[in-house]
């Protein structure tokens, strides 16, 4: 494996439980939880986490094509999101106030990945 692909790995990884982390604080239940009871969240804040939730997802299949092909990248990219939907459901249980900065670390590590994985492949065609 080499460092373009284990980067690339990384991002999905980063992408999607940022994706997921995003898409669960558009939940009332979990808005409720972090913001005290009967607090719902607005709808424009809604509209934006879901927006960025479905795009990190997106970058996570995309990250993950990259590290493994066409012919495994999806397979992979479902192992992914398994990991990191049981990830975001029990950090939601535990500890749903971190779930915020959790996303933003995820996803910023994601990107400097990303960013890694491009300049490894570049490397490695020169």
């Not at 809604?46 to 970058?59: C, D, E, P, S």
Request: with cysteine; proline share 2%.
């Amino acid at each position: 494996m080499t460092a373009a692909h284990l980067a690339s790995g990384i991002a999905g990884l980063g992408f999607a439980l940022g994706g997921f982390a995003w898409l669960g604080l558009t939940i009332g239940r979990h808005h409720a939880d972090i913001h005290g009871r009967g607090a719902e969240p607005p709808r424009d804040q809604v509209v934006r986490l879901r927006l960025q939730g479905y795009l990190a997802l997106a970058l996570a299949l995309v990250a993950c094509v990259m590290a493994q092909g066409w012919a495994l990248g999806f397979v992979y990219w479902i192992g992914v999101l398994s990991v990191c939907a049981w990830v975001a459901v029990a950090t939601f249980s535990c500890a749903p106030r971190v779930m915020g900065r959790i996303a933003l670390g995820a996803v910023g590590i994601a990107a400097l990945a990303s960013i890694g994985a491009l300049g490894a492949g570049i490397l490695m065609r020169s």
